[in-house]
């Protein structure tokens, strides 16, 4: 039978998070895989575990997980954990998930702290509905594509940055979102300097043409606005259609407000949102 490979959470920054569960995992199993090796080695000391850990991170994650998956199929069973939090979420784990699950490996985790949940949740920003939009890309086009692409979602939308990007990425979300979107910017979580910034994004470019930023940061960012009386001539046909969508009404129905919404026929919405002789025809 084989061996099962679990989830593990380790602490964002606080170690005094770190779960009774995941203690006993990375206790007991066989093999610890671990994203930074010499991180995982501090946590491990600090609890006196001693188990032969390996590296599994972006650059070796084909061979190393062919290998863990063998070990898996020879009945031991495998940790993997991430640099810091959840496994999988922003780093290569996912890849040895889907290698785990395609092979019949049982797979399991062992819930803990994630620095986006927990940004969303100190931020003050609706949390009702949230779409986790990980790192964006440093490719500055494909930033761009992937901010305007969701620039006009109105559920709240969590972002994660490194320190020295920030500045970069506060400036290209104020091109896309507006200057006047709120934001929070959650630093250093469960650290000794946590701080939350609540602001617009103009106000937080202004906070760091002052001061260099310093650790880590999740950037949680508002929805756009609903669609309303007022802004209807700001947007095109397809934006109103889209927001609609957005908020869950089916297409249909959201070419049927929208055309409601403007006082104009429903085949016009229709033939300008399908662009019917245009690109986008289906
Ligand atoms: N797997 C991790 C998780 O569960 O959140 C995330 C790993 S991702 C490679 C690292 C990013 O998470 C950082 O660049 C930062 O955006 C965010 N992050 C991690 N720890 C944080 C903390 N203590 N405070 C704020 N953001 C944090």
Partial sequence: MSGTLYLCATPIGNLGDIS???LEALSSVALIAAEDTRRTIQLLNHFEISCPLTSYHEHNKREKGTYILSMLKDGMDVALVS???TPAISDPGEDLVRLCAENGVTVTSIPGPVAAVNALIVSALPAKRFAFEGFLSVNKRHRYEHLNSVKNDTHTLIFYEAPHKLKT????MRDC????????LARELTK??????RCTLDEAIKIYEEKPPRGE???VVSGAEKVSENDWENIT???HVERYIEEGMDAKEAIR????DRNIPKRDVYREYHKIGGERYE
């Fill in 177 to 184: 979102f507006g200057g006047e979107r709120r934001i929070a």
């Fill in 83 to 85: 640099d810091a939090g």
């Fill in 217 to 219: 940061y999740v950037i």
């Fill in 237 to 239: 046909i397809t934006e």
């Fill in 169 to 172: 990425t506060l400036n290209d």
């Fill in 192 to 197: 000794i300097h946590e701080e939350i910034i």
């Fill in 257 to 260: 407000q929208t055309a409601k």
């Fill in 20 to 22: 009774s569960r995941c």
